[in-house]
DNA sequence: GGGCCCGCAGGG
DNA sequence: CCCTGCGGGCCC
């Protein structure tokens, strides 16, 4: 075979590897693209005049612009090339911010991902790919395909390998190191590298499928004691935050009042005219769940309590009793939570159907009142305050003030405390029913048929449980279904150590059978620590050093020096073994990830939170209790009330401002975006059988 | 103060 | 897994 002349750039000391000599300013010409000095006199195509020397590529980057490298298994062509190409036109586009900038080079460097936002994964999903991305190719970029190692250490996908080789070229690409002649002529897969590849991309495509709730799902007892935002919060504040603590040990579709022995923190329950900042506060003590609706029900249990806030035009509210209206019925398209408009027919149906129920079987249900009420003589000043315990009487359907029909409630109070705004010491008595006009004019009129389950006794002269009360369906502290979110995220936790676990093991030497350290790459396409290899062959080093030895002596070790694999001669190959670095970083970053993963599920158990800072409310309200404890109950009543008073008035809404804070949002907007995966697909099928492949 | 936005949580 | 929702923050 012909010599052929390679054009060399120069080392890191500024020395021409071709002529070993160090080229002066003038003689040193820069690539434009890889920024690699270059010897003039030594190129074997000088640029021809001073504007080429401007712009000039050197012959390994013009060589890939001008023979594009076809990104194995996208079935479609790109290369350094063109995608610099695409990165300036990026870089350049001056109507696009530095995250969507950053967005789309994220996106041009991994064409997989598809058009739209990559499906948001956990942390744990993004090392895994992260550690993908140690993986590719020097040549396409790509994640390497079909693997092959040199000696040197280094990893090329196979057929931009071969299709270097098929240049003319017999350096590494990466370090000028000589490539042997048998691995230019048949150059072999690195199976383990393969293994390693293949198990982290499926890894990646199951996490591509993932649910769009893989955010991580916190246990009551871990929470904190105030609403906060997590992570993926995108406002600060209480704007989108998940919920603190739940203080109250009754399950979520408790009925009726929240009692001392359903408060361990303060022992004295839920009582009337306590009140609360916000939506979060109140759900926390157990008085009515949900964060947004007004109605906490279920359409087969019954509605356990519900909120006054003014959302609804046609309420009415009268103190001991008031008219209340039905959700739904309007407009929620365009990802908004509430609307004032009405734009179709309430249907007695979900919560509003549940508030039917509690009609039916005169459960107690409890009553929040919110300031935002503003026609309400009744509502408080200020926060949320709990008013006590109402009965829905009837309940019909009539047309609304909008011309839709809604349903309609009449709720009366019957609780053994006095109401926030009366003067009585005592709580309410069986009252007759208020004369509603309106029904008159209703439809689906239901009246209850039978004895109320939550009913005055005359004897005892209270209000208590005169049917037993419906069983719970809930746990304690519990959401609906967060004890199968948590199940789900630790089964998910512990698929991604698995694979991390699985992924390392695959790293592991032939010899010792533990995790690699140094790997080394045989031209065979073997890997072992360095140490275990160069142990392997200890005796021999000491003769192979000393050249000078008989050829029969040094035959003799050549023999001997065979790949512990598969009995390759390795003896050229252990004068000088590289370490596969790349091979090396991906073991250091399982390694990292696992322990990393090891540390935060032991502080998980061991209740720690970043973000979310416990601060405890309950101090104050503490103190308070056991104050009151020394007094009489119905005197209690009296101060709850005058206290109220007072805060209410101390009360200030925080409604401060922060300067672009929903300049990103635009960002989440492809969240629910499931990456279809399909050429990470098809990669990995024509991954099934690389040796016998490449053999072809 | 109106309007828009969107994470969270529960229902079904 | 999709739908619903009488919140809360921030911009205009």
């Known amino acids: 075979m012909a010599q052929q002349v390679y054009d060399l750039p120069c080392d890191g000391e500024g020395t021409c590897m071709a002529c070993k000599n160090k080229p002066t300013a003038e003689e040193s010409l820069t690539c434009k693209t890889c920024a690699t000095p270059w010897h003039i006199t030594c190129l074997s ?41 695409a990165i300036c036109a990026i870089e350049t586009d001056s109507s696009l ?41 020097s040549f396409c970029m790509q994640l390497l395909e079909r693997p092959v190692s040199t000696p040197c250490g280094h990893n090329f996908c196979l057929k931009c390998f071969t299709k270097w080789i098929g240049q003319g070229k017999r ?103 306590e009140t609360w900042e916000n939506r979060f506060e109140c759900r926390q003590w157990g008085v009515h769940n949900p964060h947004i609706s007004g109605i906490a029900g279920q359409s087969k249990h019954g509605a356990q309590s519900v909120t006054l806030s003014g959302g609804y035009e046609d309420d009415e509210d009268h103190g001991e009793w008031f008219l209340y209206t039905g959700s739904g019925g ?18 007695f149906e979900n919560s509003n159907e549940a508030l039917r129920l509690s009609c039916r079987m005169g459960y107690p249900v409890r009553v929040v009142r919110s300031h935002k009420e503003k026609r309400s ?46 003067s009585d010491v005592h709580g309410d008595r069986p009252r007759p029913l208020p004369i509603i006009e309106e029904l008159n004019v209703a439809i689906d009129i239901t009246e209850r048929m039978e004895s109320p389950s939550w009913d005055y006794d005359e004897e005892k002269g209270c209000w208590m449980w005169k049917k037993p009360p419906p069983s719970s369906r809930k746990r304690a502290n519990y959401g609906r279904s967060e004890e199968g979110k948590r ?6 936790q512990a698929q991604n150590k698995s694979i991390k676990e699985k992924l390392l093991k695959e790293c592991s030497c032939y010899i010792c059978k533990k995790v690699m350290t140094s790997p080394l790459t045989t031209p065979c396409a073997h ?12 005796g021999q080093n000491f003769v192979r050093q000393r050249t000078c030895e008989g050829r029969r002596t040094l035959r003799a070790q050549k023999n001997i020096m065979k790949c512990p694999s598969c009995s390759n001669d390795i003896a050229e190959f252990l004068q000088n073994p590289q370490v596969n670095r790349e091979l090396m970083e991906v073991i250091e970053s399982l390694q990292r990830e696992i322990a990393k993963e090891n540390k935060e599920s032991k502080e998980e158990a061991d209740g720690i939170h970043e973000k ?50 929903t300049s990103c949002k635009q960002l989440d907007d492809g969240k629910n975006v499931v990456d279809p995966s399909e050429p990470e697909k098809a990669a990995s099928e024509e991954l099934q059988d690389p040796v016998a492949e490449s053999k072809v």
């Open 45 to 85: 195509v000088p640029p021809n005049s001073l504007a080429d020397t401007l712009q000039w590529d050197c012959p390994d980057c013009s060589l890939l612009s001008a023979n594009p490298v076809p990104v194995s298994g996208a079935g479609e062509s790109s290369s350094s090339g063109s995608l610099i190409t």
């Open 97 to 137: 911010t530095e995250r969507e900038k950053a967005k789309r080079r994220q996106q041009l460097l991994c064409k997989d991902a598809g058009p739209s936002d990559r499906k948001e994964v956990t942390n744990s999903d993004d090392n895994l790919l992260s550690i993908l991305d140690g993986l590719n190719c």
């Open 171 to 273: 350096n590494c690409a990466n370090c000028r190191k000589e490539i042997p002649p048998k691995m230019a002529r048949l150059p072999l897969i690195n199976s383990t590298l393969v293994t390693v590849i293949r198990i982290a991309k499926m890894a990646k495509a199951n996490a591509a499928v993932g649910t769009s709730r893989d955010y991580p799902v916190i246990r009551n007892e871990d929470r904190p004691d105030k609403a906060f935002s997590t992570e993926r919060s995108v406002k600060s504040g209480n704007a989108n935050a998940a919920s603190g603590k739940i203080f109250v040990t009754t399950p979520m579709d408790h009925f009726g009042p929240i009692l001392p022995e359903n408060d361990p923190m303060r022992n004295q329950g839920v009582l009337v005219g």
């Open 330 to 347: 309007r407009d929620l398209s365009g990802n908004k939570r509430t609307n004032k408009e009405h734009s179709f027919d309430q249907q």
């Open 377 to 422: 003589s009744y509502a408080p000043e200020k926060r949320l305050r709990y008013d006590g315990i109402y009965r829905v009487e009837k309940c019909w359907r009539k047309t609304g003030i909008k011309g839709f029909k809604v349903c309609r409630y009449l709720f009366v109070r019957c609780d053994n405390a006095p109401a926030p705004w009366t």
């Open 487 to 492: 199940t789900k995220k630790v089964k998910r």
């Open 527 to 538: 890997n072992f620590c360095k140490s275990c290899l160069e142990g392997a062959f200890a």
């Open 612 to 661: 979310a800072k416990g601060v405890d409310v309950s101090n104050e309200i503490v103190e308070e209790a056991q104050e009151n404890n020394l007094k009489g109950q119905i005197e209690s009543e009296i101060q709850k009330t005058e206290k109220l008073k007072k805060t209410s008035g101390k009360c200030t809404q925080k409604r401060g401002r922060k300067k672009g804070s």
